[in-house]
């Protein structure tokens, strides 16, 4: 059973960072592509970033340009999400997901990723 799990998240003051982690099992994603999105509440969930298998291509939301790296260890079959220079407005549940696929680009879309994780809270106060 393909299981994805997310932590890192937490409360944390403008201006500040987190480092999320999405740990994944059951089935090696070394060869697949690997995304995270949020979702505020009352909003749709939103792509914020996505990473190739092979970390030679990765994609941003705009919003987040600049103040978030995705990088991933194959070899722990893990994928991270550093966050800096948090605002307020990233207050959201963020979800990691993986491509079913193989040696696909980074999806910017979340219906061309099928495993998804629980997600975790990030909250920044103002």
């Known amino acids: 059973q393909v299981q994805l799990v997310e932590s890192g998240g937490g409360l944390v003051q403008a201006g500040g960072s987190l480092r999320l982690s999405c740990a994944a099992s059951?089935?090696?994603?070394?060869?697949?592509?690997m995304g995270w999105f949020c979702q505020a509440p009352g909003k749709d969930r939103e792509f914020v970033a996505s990473?190739?298998?092979?970390?030679?291509?990765?994609y941003y939301a705009d919003s987040v340009k600049g103040r978030f790296t995705i990088s991933r260890d194959s070899a722990k079959n893990t994928v991270y999400l550093e966050m800096n220079s948090l605002k307020p407005e990233d207050t959201a549940v963020y979800y990691c997901?993986?491509?079913?696929?193989?040696?696909?680009?980074?999806?910017?879309?979340?219906?061309?990723?099928?495993?998804w994780g629980q997600g975790t809270q990030v909250t920044v106060s103002s």
């Open positions: 997901a993986a491509d079913a696929h193989w040696g696909r680009d980074a999806p910017r879309i979340s219906q061309e990723y099928e495993y």
């Open positions: 990473i190739n298998w092979n970390s030679a291509t990765t």
């Open positions: 059951g089935r090696t994603f070394s060869s697949s592509a």
